[in-house]
Structures are given as C-alpha cells and as structure tokens.
C-alpha cells in the first residue's frame, strides 16, 4: 500500500506563485508516474500535469496552460507542482495520484490518492 500526501496548499493571491508537494511512503518503489488533479464542486476532476517514473516525460493539461511544470526526485520520493501567475478561476482542490501501469493521465486508471489541499486563488 502506498500512502500519498499533498502539502503546500494555501490561500494565493492572484497572479501569485504556489509550490506543492506530493509526499509518498508505504511500499513506494520509483516505478510509478504521479498526476496532478484539480476539483471544483459539481465538477469532475480535471486533469492538471503528470510525470513518468523517472522524470523525463511530462504532460500538461489544459487546466494551468503555461503556468505550472511538474517535476520529481525519487530519492526523497516527491513530486513538485510548482504553480505560478494563478488566477481566481484555478481555486480548486488539488489532489495528486500514483500511477502505475499507465502515466497518469487519468484518474480512473490511478491507483492511490492524496486527500487534496485546497488552494483558493483570491482576487
């Protein structure tokens, strides 16, 4: 079992810059791509930005367009969102899921989750 825990969540001004971390322990091995993911009530969750294994692969959603780039150290096992020139709009809570057996993409095909800080984007 594989435990996932997001930290750096917070209340950020607008066009601010916000860093979060997804934290993983339990039976971790590196051999796992990471996802980011987004939710706003009454919505379903959006995919944000994902990672391979190894960290040299990445995708990005259309959620934070040109504004977000993910990265990793295995080492310490962390993933890093790092957020900037946010808007109101991106107020949602952002949960970060392991993947693996595809590159988290999606998040029916995810194997565990965070429990998703809350990030409100203020005017």
């Known amino acids: 079992q594989v435990q996932l825990a997001e930290s750096g969540g917070g209340v950020v001004q607008a066009g601010g810059s916000l860093r979060l971390s997804c934290t993983a322990s339990?039976?971790?091995?590196?051999?796992?791509?990471v996802g980011w993911f987004r939710q706003t009530p009454g919505k379903e969750r959006e995919f944000v930005a994902a990672?391979?294994?190894?960290?040299?692969?990445?995708h990005y959603g259309n959620a934070v367009t040109g504004r977000i780039a993910i990265s990793r150290d295995n080492a310490k096992n962390i993933v890093f969102s790092n957020m900037h020139d946010l808007k109101p709009e991106y107020t949602a809570v952002y949960y970060c899921?392991?993947?693996?057996?595809?590159?988290?993409?999606?998040?029916?095909?995810?194997?565990?989750w965070g429990l998703g800080p809350q990030v409100p984007v203020s005017s």
């Open positions: 899921a392991a993947d693996y057996w595809h590159y988290g993409l999606l998040p029916e095909l995810c194997d565990f």
């Open positions: 339990g039976r971790t091995s590196s051999a796992y791509s």
């Open positions: 990672i391979n294994w190894n960290g040299d692969s990445t």
